[in-house]
């Protein structure tokens, strides 16, 4: 099965292009829309690159699978499903996000009911990509709405493990939980050792490449899972978050990615505003 994958490197995200050979269809997950804070401007080159490869390959796109609600990037789903087409599709766990936050935002006309979404996925579903089929598996921690897609023997795994010797994802986000993400860091662990584990970011140092992928047998030497179980893991995974800042972009990314990547609507001056609570999350 074919993998192209990108890094926004302004956000430390991947985006992964999949497709099925013999029929062309393809799937993308995790599209980033480019946001400039301080300007408060969108922008998508990153995705439009995605969509010029797309259209070189001669691929029909057919879904685009976000594997949880980022609180690091604004999601490009919306952008590449009115320039492509294709679904869009997310955990049937994502209205307990989107309640989660609703009162922060206090966004009144939200639906809380995922209807944003074209597809609300849940364990043990299966996806056709052509001959290829996306098994859906329910990985939560970092959030309750995180999934992996299953696609032959590689897994692309959203935010649980990062590289092997950065760590896991953090799981003090309204709804994460530390013990649920053990759980799904040794589900991932169960399949085989060469299975590829396709990462959602990497932080490289400077000057060095980001890692994409790793295997199952890499993440059993993981760092952050060098104690001797669930309790080791669960204290360490606490304190490190602990000592975490909120990511620079969660309240305009949560607000935009609870809704599909779908930008406020224009006020009657003709601009869209995104809100910034005051004092709801982070310490
Ligand atoms: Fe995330």
Redesign the pocket.
Known sequence: MPVNTYFDPETSSFTHLVWDDSSRLAAIIDPVLNFNYRAARTSSQSADLIIDELKQLGLELKYILET?A???HLSAALHIKKHCGGQTAVSANMPQVQRAFENVFNLDDMATDGSQFDLLLREGERLNLGELEIEILETPG??PACLSYKIGTAIFI??TFFAPTYGT?RADFPGGDAPALYNSLQRLLSFDDATRLYL?HDYPKPGEAPQAVSTVAEQRNNIHLQGTGADDFIQLRRQRDAQLDMPALILPAIQVNICAGELPRAEDNGTAYLKIPLNQIGK
């Open positions: 949880h980022h609180a690091d970092h959030t959203g935010d994802a959602c």
